[in-house]
């Protein structure tokens, strides 16, 4: 067990179990040895592979889509260009190179970036200073300077905490973190006693609220203030919002909570702290704490149609004719991004806007 899990058995066994919630925000957040405060290791030498650091491709699109969504809030003189979760910095570098072909929305674009993890934002830095681009971090969203904005978020919403619920005889059970009754040093996964319907009813999705006995739903109890949040700004002043994960386009029940080490899934509760821990986004939910926020919602799509409305086998082509020898890394680039197999149909890109915004590049309408 890590040293975290060990700290968090002793918890429980002064305080309690913990939920799950609770569990994830130690292991994910706690400050001396949680996984983003010690040793966040995002990349293909890291634990877990990202759609920006798996090509440039992907950054670049979503640069143009930025500048595309700037021309289609009239040209604001100042722009927020806001990256939540910005990881390794690469995302919003490939955005800054892609935007040179706009200079007017360079002048404009002034960068935030909401970045919780120190070693991360001395990474983010380190990148951007490349491009020659200048961010300020903030805490949270709202110290964002007010107007026009665009927000960016890719994997953060699956590092929100979830609590996790059980259908049980017709009433809900909490999963929990406790001790292993035949290890008690060791946590394992149980049930607490059933809800009441009115302390729980606010918290399961209601597609799911007739799900069967055993079913298993999640709610991340940090969504809703998120998504109000991020309506504010839309309500305010010209924007948008444009979130990818993975995640189901629709609620779903199932227990998605997952870590990772190099790569591989390992289990959660042992590696408390030394491994990426995340849930799939419930984009059912988004859509409807964004929509009773006021916001218009596209998506959620497809990453891999996304990215294909928005021309990236051109994109492919055009480097590999540059650089013929990197036509077949390009090629499998292509392939992580948008192969149903692999990031393709997993990831769905969901984006929120100011009402009579014409709809956003990529999406169906
Ligand atoms: N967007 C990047 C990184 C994804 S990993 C990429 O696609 O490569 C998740 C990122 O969100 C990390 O930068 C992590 O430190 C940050 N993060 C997670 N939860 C956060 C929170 N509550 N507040 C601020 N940053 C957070």
Sequence with gaps: M???ARRLAQG?????PLTVAQFMAAALFDPKDGYYATRPAIGAEGDFLTAPEASQMFGELVGLWCVQSWIEMDRPDALQLIELGPGRGTLMADIARAARVDPGFQASAQLSLVEISPPLKRLQAETLAKVGAAPRWIARLEEAAPGPCLILANEFLDCLPIRQFVRADASWRERLVGLDPDDPERLCFGLGGALPQSGVISMIPPPLADAPDGALV?????LPALIDAIAARLNSAPGRALLIDYGAPRSEPGDTLQALRRHQKVDPLESAGEADLTA??????VRRLARASGVEVAGPVAQGAWLGSLGIELRAQALAQKRPERADSLAAQLRRLVDPQEMGTLFQAVCLSTRGLPPPAGFPQ
Excluded: E, K, T
């Design 12 to 16: 429980i066994r002064v305080d309690g």
């Design 2 to 4: 890590s040293p975290l």
């Design 280 to 285: 799939h986004v419930d984009f059912g939910a």
């Design 218 to 222: 999640a709610f991340a109890p940090g």
